[in-house]
C-alpha cells in the first residue's frame, strides 16, 4: 500500500458521548423501559411519541439568538430556512403537542414517554450526549396532590428498575422554598443566585464546611484547584447554612424546620405547606421516609421548574468491569412547570413530572455485570460436506423459538467451542460422523458444565466424566435444548 493511500485511510474514532451500544447495554435498556412504562401504564398514562427534531424556538430554554442557536442542543437549518434541533429532553416536545393540541386532548392529559434525547454538552463517565429518558408527566392539574403521585410513581418506578427497599431514595425540594430562602438572604443578581444554587446542590459531597466556602470567597481542593464563591457575606451564608441544613430524618420533622426558619417569605411558607400536604399523601400511599424525604439541597438544573422538585438517587454499590466500587447516584428526576405550556398558549396550564436515565441506569448495570445477553445455542460445524445437514439442525431449533445459529467460520472444533464461550452461549450442538450413523447429536450445556467446573480439582475426571455433556436421539433435541434455555 502505498503512503498516500495510507494518509487517505480514515481513523477509526467516535464521537465523544456518543456510546457504542453493546447487545448487554441494549437488552437492560429495553428491560428497564418495558418496566417502567408497565408502572406509568398502571398509573393511567397513556404513550405519546412526538418525534426527535422540534423546532429552535419551541424548546424554550435554546432561542435561535445567535447564527447557528446550538448551544446545548444539536440544530440544524431545514430546507425552509427555519432553525430545528434534536430534542433535549421529552418536556419540551410534550409542552408543544399539548398546546398545539388543546381542544382535542383530555385534561389532565397524562402520557409516558421512552426515547434517546441528545444534548450537545462535556461528556463524563456515564454522561453522555444521546442518552434514553423514560418519561411520565401529567398537564392540566395544579396542587401538591399531582406532585406527591408523581413523587410515588418515582419511587415504584425506581422498584420496577431493580432497586430495593433501602437501595433508592427520592430527594424532594420546592423552587419557592428556593426562591423566598434567596429572597430573605438578599441574593438577587443571576449570575450570583446560580453560583448559590450550585453550591447548595454540593451539599451531599462537602458538607457544611465545603459549601460555606463555595458561598463565600470560594474553595480549593486536593489538587490544588480553585473553585471560585458567590462571594455572599457572613449574615448571608449563615441564612442559606440553616436553610440547607433544615433536613431531618423524617419529612414531617423537615418541615418542621422549615416552617420555623429565620425570615421566610410569603413564597417559601407556600412552598412548605406544600411539602406538608405532599407529605401526607405520601404517608397515604405507604410511601415512607426511606423511600421519599425533603431535602433543602435539590436545586435540579433546568431552569423551567417552577414548584416541588425531585430527584431518584440509586443508592447500591457495584464494582465496575476494572474492580472499582462505584455508585450509581442520580438516575432520575422532576418537578412541577407551570409556565412551559403557557409559552405558546398565553394562559397558566400546570404540568409536573418525572424522568428515569435510562441509558445511565443501563450502561452501569452492564459495566457492573449485572446484565449478560444469552448468546444462540451454536451448532457446531465438523464436516465441511454435511452444511445443510447443520443448517436444518438450527433451523428446528429457531422454529421452536430457540435462539440459534450455525457456526459459518472456517475454524476447527476448539476455536467453535471458544466462539461459543464469547458469545455466551447456553449449549452446543455437536454432531460427526459417529453421531450421523447412530441417529443422535451430542449436546454439551454449557452452564452445566461451567457449575461442575466450580467443584471439580480433577483434570482426569473431568475429561472422563464431560459434565454437562450427553447424547440424545435427533428427534428429542428441540425437546432438551428448550429445557437447557428455559423457552417453553
Known sequence: MSKD????????????????????????ERKLVDSISTVYQRWGF?????????????????????????????????????????????????ARYVAENWDRIPK?????????????????????????QCDADSVGVAGPAADAEMIAIAAEAME???????????????????????????????????????????????GVEGVTLLLGKGRKDESGDVTQGAGLAANQIDVLIEFITARSVTRAET?????????????????????????????????????????????????YYTGPVFEAEFLREFRDADGNVMRFGS???????????????????????????????????????????????????????????????????????VRAEMYLGSSGMKPQMKYADRRNSPAIVIVGGNEREKGVVTIKDLKAGAAAAKTMTDNDAWRSERPGQFECPRSEMVARIKAITGVS
Do not use: C
Not at 360 to 374: D, F, H, N, P, Y
Open 5 to 28: 493511500e495510507q494518509q487517505q485511510r480514515p481513523e477509526a474514532r467516535k464521537p465523544r458521548g456518543f456510546p457504542d451500544r453493546t447487545a448487554a447495554v441494549i437488552a437492560a
Open 331 to 401: 438516575v432520575g428526576g422532576g418537578g412541577r412547570y407551570d409556565g412551559l405550556v403557557a409559552r405558546f398558549r398565553g394562559e397558566p396550564a400546570p404540568a409536573t413530572g418525572f424522568s428515569v436515565g435510562v441509558s445511565r441506569l443501563a450502561a452501569a448495570m452492564a459495566a457492573s455485570g449485572e446484565e449478560k445477553v444469552q448468546g444462540p445455542v451454536l451448532v457446531l460445524v465438523l464436516d465441511k460436506d454435511q452444511l445443510a445437514d447443520y443448517a436444518t439442525l438450527a433451523s428446528d431449533l429457531r422454529k421452536a423459538g
Open 160 to 206: 420496577a428498575a431493580g432497586a430495593a427497599k433501602g437501595e433508592y431514595i427520592i430527594r424532594v425540594n420546592s423552587r419557592q422554598i428556593l426562591d423566598g430562602i434567596m429572597e430573605t438572604a438578599g441574593v438577587v443578581d443571576p449570575a450570583q443566585r446560580g453560583a448559590v444554587l450550585r453550591a447548595l446542590d454540593k451539599f451531599d459531597k462537602f
Open 108 to 132: 389532565p392529559f397524562r402520557r409516558y414517554s421512552a426515547g434517546p434525547v441528545w444534548r450537545n454538552e462535556k461528556p463524563g463517565p456515564f454522561r453522555f450526549r444521546e442518552f434514553i
Open 255 to 303: 418541615v418542621r424546620k422549615l416552617a420555623n426558619a429565620t425570615g421566610m417569605t410569603r413564597s417559601g411558607a407556600q412552598g412548605v405547606a406544600e411539602l406538608g400536604e405532599i407529605d401526607a399523601i405520601l404517608s397515604a400511599l405507604d410511601i415512607g421516609d426511606d423511600a421519599a424525604s425533603f431535602d433543602p439541597s435539590i436545586v435540579r438544573g433546568l431552569e
Open 46 to 94: 397513556d404513550a405519546l411519541d412526538t418525534g426527535p427534531f422540534e423546532y429552535v424556538d419551541a424548546l424554550g430554554k435554546f432561542l435561535p439568538d445567535t447564527d447557528r442557536p446550538n448551544s446545548g442542543v444539536f440544530a440544524l437549518q431545514d430546507d425552509d430556512e427555519q432553525w430545528i434541533a434534536l430534542r433535549y429532553d421529552h418536556t419540551a416536545p410534550l
